[in-house]
């Protein structure tokens, strides 16, 4: 074999840097464009306006301007209610939304803290098709499945808390993150303290 020649099994380690770097280089502008404020956004004179554009391109994350969405926590996990739903309704034939059918109680529930500690959702479909794409970049020689909208959720801001609040097994399986639960007495502030009071007589 000539020198000049190409190696072929050396040809796999360097494709398989060049994915690691891309990769990295995607979950850093990812992670910073879910922590980012609206104001930063919506600002594409600001360096950190990338992330949050290139969030929204790849994974079609608005952001938390439109007020629909608390964090890209409760994003992911609707996206994958929605999967569930589509996946339920076309091979198991039942739809919780038919009045005809059972009553489905889980259906609308709560999110639950974002964590490993229910694998299935954390993992779900997509790291199936994650650990699909690995394989075939790999040659099938490994099956690596990546959740990467769990990794996104747990890498922005209070993510790592609610992860290892799945542990916890308290039994509150309803996140206190989602802007949905009540906040407690202790949250709530006075918005101006010291503002005069208009008080109203007879």
């Given amino acids: 074999m000539h020198a000049n020649q190409a190696n072929p099994i050396g040809a796999a380690p360097a494709t398989s840097r060049a994915a690691t770097l891309v990769l990295g280089a995607l979950l850093v502008s990812l992670a910073s464009g879910c922590r980012s404020a609206s104001t930063e956004e919506r600002n594409h004179w600001n360096s950190d306006s990338v992330g949050p554009r290139v969030a929204y391109h790849l994974l079609g994350y608005p952001g938390t301007q439109t007020g629909k969405y608390e964090n890209y926590r409760d994003f992911q996990w609707q996206e994958k209610q ?33 964590s490993l500690a229910d694998p299935v959702t954390y993992m779900h479909i997509s790291s199936i098709a994650t650990g699909l794409v690995v394989l075939g970049a790999t040659g099938g020689s ?36 989602t802007r949905r639960v009540p906040p407690a007495p202790e949250d709530f502030r ?5 503002a005069p009071r208009r008080t109203f007589g007879n």
Avoid: C, M, W
């Fill in 82 to 114: 929605g999967i569930n739903l589509t996946l339920r309704r076309h091979f198991l034939n039942r739809n919780p939304e038919n009045p005809s059918q059972p009553l489905d109680p889980n259906y609308g529930a709560e999110r639950p803290p974002h």
């Fill in 142 to 177: 490994a099956f690596v499945p990546i959740p990467i909208d769990s990794l996104f959720g747990t890498l922005e801001e209070g993510g790592g808390e609610e992860f290892a609040e799945g542990f916890r097994g308290d039994g509150n399986r309803v996140s206190r993150h």
């Fill in 190 to 194: 006075v918005k101006n303290a010291d």
